[in-house]
């Protein structure tokens, strides 16, 4: 990639977009079109972008295969400990109500964890995947 | 207009699809298929699901399509050309076309506001919404509280499938 100027520099300049926007789309799910899935999906393919520029062996530096397969089960047990929050709390499993000082609080609360989960779940997916290929190309 | 626009999407997928069956070159197979997934999710905005027509056109004409490059790193780009002609499968896909075809005249009409489907649970989610939830994104307040525990089966598929690709395809 070292003789595609063009390609690396527009790839630099949308890799922090694309992350953010990621992270919009992510916490303004309650307001708009978005979410979870969205939202996992985009913030990987701005690490996608990093890869493929800049190479897997800095791409692993920043986001360790480990770290990113932890990612993948935290996700959902984020999501399952809401539940089990609230029930920990006296209400059934997945009542946001009393997660907060009134329920629709409570809601505001558990939707925003939840969507977390998501997306958190979603991400570190798509980042095992790209990593999995990948690999095979190096060993290939 | 509207009937213009749907008319061309479904003509254009149709066009599409027959196309990514007909090509040999993995290479145009899989922009193809980046590109029904656009017009699949340009025809769900027709259709008022921008939450789906998001997804859709994120995950099947981003990230599938960069997947699937990467797989043709590794396999190549020239398919095989298929060894048997295939009139009896054509033969069976078109009769169940035609069936489903005509099971769809007796469906009520598309979108009707007094169709069976809008009458029970969908009316409390829309009118309870704002003072139940307080989100004013309808499709994230049914996703993510009314429907929470499909959605966590959703996000446990989505786990699975990770566990699955690292079964298959990690190198050690």
Redesign the interface.
């Given at each position: 990639m070292r003789h595609h100027l063009v390609l690396r520099v527009v790839g630099k300049l949308l890799v922090a977009p694309i992350l953010l926007f990621g992270l919009y789309?992510q916490f303004h799910?309650?307001?708009?079109?978005?979410?979870g899935?969205?939202a996992g999906?985009?913030f990987?393919?701005g690490f996608?972008l990093c890869g493929l520029i800049f190479g897997l062996e800095r791409l692993q530096r920043v986001l360790p295969e480990a770290m990113v397969?932890n990612l993948?089960?935290l996700?959902?047990l984020l999501?399952?400990g809401v539940?089990v929050a609230a029930m920990i709390l006296g209400a059934n499993?997945?009542d946001?109500d009393v997660l907060g000082g009134t329920?629709?609080a409570g809601?505001?609360v558990?939707?925003l964890l939840?969507?977390l989960?998501?997306g958190i779940?979603?991400f570190?997916?798509?980042m095992?995947?790209?990593y999995?290929?990948?690999?095979?190309?190096a060993?290939? | 207009m509207d009937t213009f626009i749907d008319v061309a999407l479904l003509a254009l997928l149709a066009v599409t699809a027959y196309a990514i069956v007909r090509l040999h070159d993995m290479l145009a197979v899989v922009m193809l298929s980046g590109i029904y997934s656009l017009l699949s999710a340009a025809l769900f905005v027709v259709l008022d699901a921008?939450?789906v027509?998001?997804?859709e056109a994120?995950?099947g004409a981003?990230?599938s399509t960069?997947?699937l490059l990467?797989?043709l790193?590794?396999v190549g780009r020239e398919a095989r050309p298929p060894e048997h002609r295939a009139w009896l499968p054509l033969a069976v896909v078109i009769v169940t076309g035609l069936a489903l075809v005509y099971g769809t005249y007796d469906m009520p009409p598309f979108g009707a506001a007094d169709n069976p489907v809008q009458q029970h649970v969908a009316p409390h989610y829309l009118e309870h919404t704002a003072t139940?939830?307080?989100?004013?994104?309808v499709?994230?307040?049914v996703?993510?509280?009314y429907r929470?525990?499909d959605?966590?089966g959703?996000?446990?598929v989505?786990?699975t499938?990770?566990?699955g690709?690292?079964l298959?395809?990690?190198?050690r």
């Amino acid at each position: 990639m070292r003789h595609h100027l063009v390609l690396r520099v527009v790839g630099k300049l949308l890799v922090a977009p694309i992350l953010l926007f990621g992270l919009y789309v992510q916490f303004h799910g309650d307001y708009g079109p978005g979410g979870g899935f969205q939202a996992g999906v985009i913030f990987a393919s701005g690490f996608f972008l990093c890869g493929l520029i800049f190479g897997l062996e800095r791409l692993q530096r920043v986001l360790p295969e480990a770290m990113v397969r932890n990612l993948v089960a935290l996700g959902v047990l984020l999501f399952a400990g809401v539940g089990v929050a609230a029930m920990i709390l006296g209400a059934n499993f997945l009542d946001y109500d009393v997660l907060g000082g009134t329920p629709v609080a409570g809601q505001h609360v558990g939707i925003l964890l939840v969507e977390l989960g998501v997306g958190i779940s979603v991400f570190g997916v798509m980042m095992t995947a790209f990593y999995a290929f990948a690999a095979r190309w190096a060993g290939a | 207009m509207d009937t213009f626009i749907d008319v061309a999407l479904l003509a254009l997928l149709a066009v599409t699809a027959y196309a990514i069956v007909r090509l040999h070159d993995m290479l145009a197979v899989v922009m193809l298929s980046g590109i029904y997934s656009l017009l699949s999710a340009a025809l769900f905005v027709v259709l008022d699901a921008v939450d789906v027509a998001f997804t859709e056109a994120a995950v099947g004409a981003g990230v599938s399509t960069l997947l699937l490059l990467a797989t043709l790193g590794l396999v190549g780009r020239e398919a095989r050309p298929p060894e048997h002609r295939a009139w009896l499968p054509l033969a069976v896909v078109i009769v169940t076309g035609l069936a489903l075809v005509y099971g769809t005249y007796d469906m009520p009409p598309f979108g009707a506001a007094d169709n069976p489907v809008q009458q029970h649970v969908a009316p409390h989610y829309l009118e309870h919404t704002a003072t139940e939830i307080g989100v004013p994104n309808v499709v994230t307040a049914v996703l993510a509280s009314y429907r929470g525990y499909d959605t966590l089966g959703e996000v446990s598929v989505v786990f699975t499938a990770g566990v699955g690709v690292l079964l298959l395809l990690r190198r050690r």
